[in-house]
């Protein structure tokens, strides 16, 4: 599904030195390729504070312990996502609180939301799902009106842009009161091991999440929380400084990948292409169609059998894993989270897709759907 070893050989040098850097400096934990990574992705973003951690699940939950939730609070978000959204809420006794998401771009539905609000309702988690945002004005709004926090999952669309209605633009993660990423090896922008990073404008809660990440503890031996040990290594940071100065080239290449994608399938009647939100630009973590009457596991074998590889993300919704089964949903609780579950596919999404590739790709997948 992606080729970080193409990736690798392009940027090889910048990338070695900066890990002999650090070797040579013995600063493996906390050393200054982390700060200016930091700092870098700050400017980047346009954002306050970036607070590095261990990885995209360990920001998820730093975020929410920075904001003090009591067991019982609510938290909402999509029932079409990773587990990793989900799971952190419930770790820390919280409820996730599921809802459905919009048919065209799969993410969180700002009128489910609204219904889904108690007065135990503490925090929204839009996730900007396979790489364009979440509907974040609408969000914010219903954020407003109801004194809730916003922690955007933004692990899958570093990168891109959301586009106000009076056409300002922000990075996504950047506009509610937190945004967190992850820089898992195959995000946009991926380390050579786990990563994360959660952002914020807010120099209180920044305070804070610092604090939380690093055991609790503002001055050394003190530990006004309780926290944890996640942290961003050195050889990680230096990596991704020199593939934050990539990122926009990268973000470029997926699109590019996608344009192919869409233009090839563009008559295709059994295969819907991803709608592009016209509030957002599109960084393609994942290029997913929707597949109509297709036998996916057939369409699977097939391109196997090719060499292509293909994926199902995600086969089964969050309200129906079985660590979160519950008496609060079942079944058809979420019609447009369970279609796309049982139809969406895949397709391999990397900046070193060539144009025969993704030609062998394409062709492919219209052979099979022609019988
Ligand atoms: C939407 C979403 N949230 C959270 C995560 C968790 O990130 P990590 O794997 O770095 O813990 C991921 C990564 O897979 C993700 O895709």
Not at 105 to 117: G, Q, S, V
Not at 171 to 181: P, S
């Given at each position: 599904m992606v080729d970080l070893k193409g990736q690798y050989l392009k940027i090889?040098?910048?990338?070695?030195?900066?890990?002999?850097?650090?070797?040579?400096?013995?600063?493996f934990i906390k050393g200054p390729a982390v700060q200016r990574f930091q700092t870098h992705l700050e400017d980047y973003l346009e954002v306050k504070h970036v607070i590095p951690c261990g990885n995209g699940t360990d920001a998820l939950q730093v975020a929410m312990m920075a904001l003090g939730l009591k067991p019982g609070d609510e938290v909402i978000t999509t029932s079409f996502t990773f587990i990793a959204t989900a799971e952190v809420i419930a770790l820390l006794g919280l409820t996730p609180v599921l809802v459905d998401v919009d048919s065209d771009?799969?993410?969180?539905?700002?009128?489910?939301?609204?219904?889904?609000?108690t007065d135990k309702t503490k925090a929204i988690v839009p996730v900007h799902l396979f790489g364009q945002s979440a509907p974040m004005e609408e969000i914010m709004d219903i954020a407003k009106e109801f004194n809730l926090f916003v922690i955007e999952d933004n692990a899958q669309a570093i990168g891109a842009d959301y586009i106000s209605n009076d056409g300002s633009r922000k990075?996504?993660?950047?506009?509610?009161?937190?945004?967190?990423?992850s820089f898992f090896p195959s995000k946009n922008l991926g380390a050579y091991g786990d990563g994360g990073?959660?952002?914020?404008?807010?120099?209180?809660l920044a305070e804070q999440l610092r604090a939380v990440v690093n055991h609790g503890?503002?001055?050394r031996y003190y530990h006004d929380y309780v926290g944890v040990n996640s942290r961003l290594d050195s050889m990680q940071a230096a990596i991704l400084d020199v593939k934050l100065k990539h990122l926009d080239e990268?973000?470029?290449?997926?699109?590019?990948?996608?344009?192919?994608y869409d233009k090839a399938f563009a008559n295709c009647d059994k295969l819907k292409t991803p709608v592009r939100y016209k509030k957002s630009t599109h960084v393609f973590h994942q290029y997913t169609l929707v597949t109509k009457g297709v036998d996916r596991d057939a369409l699977k074998s097939f391109l196997a059998e090719k060499g292509i590889p293909m994926m199902v993300y995600y086969p089964v919704p969050l309200h129906m894993q079985k660590a979160y089964k519950s008496n609060r949903y079942s079944e058809g609780d979420f019609p447009i989270t369970e279609t796309l579950s049982e139809n969406v596919i895949s397709l391999p999404m990397h900046t070193e897709l060539t144009t025969e590739q993704l030609e062998y790709i394409t062709s492919n997948v219209i052979e099979f759907l022609k019988d």
């Open positions: 090889k040098e910048e990338v070695d030195k900066g890990i002999m850097e650090v070797i040579e400096t013995t600063s771009t799969y993410n969180i539905n700002p009128a489910a939301i609204r219904k889904a609000i990075k996504t993660g950047t506009i509610g009161h937190m945004g967190c990423t990073a959660i952002f914020t404008n807010d120099d209180q503890m503002k001055v990268y973000c470029d290449a997926r699109r590019k990948a996608a344009d192919y």
